[in-house]
């Protein structure tokens, strides 16, 4: 369960909702009902990889990462412009952890200008602020 204000406090930019793993449910949920959930997807593969050590792990990720958001016809393909995903799989032999940045940046883009938003005005979005603010009430005032 969130913090009490947790969900207000989300309202401030999507880094906030990508930062929290119950803003990250709530967002995606929203994605879903407008069928877009590959965006925050990917984003989140390639906040993984970026992690990732091991040079064999980097390449069975990337081919992973590439498969599933980026080749065409890919399963939870992204809307990504021809220039970009041709340069990803020029890469695609040699990746790197940066290789996916390109990407990563424009589906931000495009969840924070396009979707985010949305997510605000949603009515998930103002049932989990109505909650945790009823929450808090009860909280401070136990007689209510």
């Not at 020029?90 to 883009?109: G, H, K, V």
Request: with cysteine.
């Amino acid at each position: 369960r969130s913090d009490a204000g947790e969900a207000m406090a989300w309202s401030m930019s999507v880094d906030k909702v990508l930062a929290n793993k119950d803003g990250v449910a709530a967002f995606r949920t929203f994605l879903k009902s407008e069928f877009s959930e590959e965006n925050v997807e990917f984003w989140l593969a390639c906040e993984d990889f970026k992690k990732t050590r091991s040079a064999t792990k980097i390449a069975l990720k990337a081919q992973k990462i590439y498969s599933d958001f980026i080749q065409a016809d890919a399963p939870k393909e992204i809307n990504i412009d021809f220039h970009t995903k041709n340069h990803i799989a020029q890469n695609m032999s040699e990746p790197t952890l940066s290789c996916f940045d390109d990407a990563q940046r424009l589906i931000y883009s495009l969840m924070a200008k396009d979707s985010f938003p949305r997510f605000l005005r949603s009515e998930e979005y103002k049932e989990l602020v109505k909650k945790q603010q009823n929450g808090k009430q009860k909280r401070w005032l136990p007689f209510l």
